[in-house]
């Protein structure tokens, strides 16, 4: 895993940084240690964003203390946001401002567990747009939108789709369905360079797959 670690102050991070890399992960950061909250390592010049491409699977931000603001260090919380990256928040997170954007808060548990969990789940915003995007695409095209859904995941530097349908489509239909959702998702999260779309009955067992 790729893996943006922020902290809310000096050294809040460290253990979390030390864990992740004792497992073989990457750990990308927006200020070196030691360094004053602005600018950012990226403005200093000192390297590229670590959101400049899609690469980074998720992101952690460590909490020290009990705050309802965000720390200045904590800056690149909002730049990952925006990026659509999702959100671990940990350490002392009773309270913290992030409660409307958080995958997962976890106060003592293991960080690389919950990476892989918020990994394993679709995303939830991603899985809404598409989700939306596949049942009107069905109502254009006259076909029953009815309970059909997408489950979208990032994998890699890119999303990986599962469309599921109420109604059997010929290949036609299955792929303006997937240029549909895909251009949907392209307009939410338009870093991602690479989108990979499959698409299955609902009820049944044949798949079939489109990639755009």
Request: with cysteine; glycine share 6%.
């Given at each position: 895993m790729d893996v943006l670690v922020l902290e809310s102050e000096a050294g809040a991070a460290d253990p979390t940084i030390h864990e992740l890399e004792e497992d073989g992960h990457s750990v990308f950061r927006c200020h070196d240690p030691g360094a004053a909250a602005f600018p950012c390592r990226a403005l200093a010049g000192q390297g590229p964003c670590p959101l400049a491409d899609a690469g980074i699977d998720v992101t952690v931000a460590c909490r020290a203390k009990l705050d309802s603001r965000p720390?200045?260090?904590?800056?690149?919380?909002?730049?990952?946001?925006?990026a659509r990256v999702p959100l671990i928040v940990a350490g002392d997170v009773t309270v913290h401002p992030y409660e409307e954007w958080a995958?997962?808060?976890?106060?003592?548990?293991?960080?690389?567990?919950?990476?892989?969990?918020?990994?394993?789940?679709?995303?939830?915003?991603h899985s809404r747009i598409a989700t939306d995007a596949l049942r009107r695409a069905l109502q254009r095209r006259r076909r029953s939108a009815g309970d059909s859904q997408a489950r979208v995941w990032r994998d890699g530097g890119r999303l990986r789709v599962l469309l599921e349908v109420i109604?059997?489509?010929?290949?036609?239909?299955?792929?303006?369905?997937?240029?549909?959702v895909a251009a949907a998702l392209r307009a939410f999260d338009p870093t991602i360079p690479k989108i990979d779309i499959a698409l299955r009955p609902r009820e049944g067992t044949r798949e079939t797959g489109a990639i755009r």
């Open positions: 720390s200045p260090l904590e800056d690149g919380v909002a730049c990952a946001l925006r995958d997962q808060v976890v106060q003592d548990g293991d960080i690389v567990d919950a990476c892989r969990r918020v990994l394993a789940a679709p995303l939830r915003d109604d059997e489509l010929d290949d036609f239909s299955r792929g303006t369905v997937a240029t549909d």
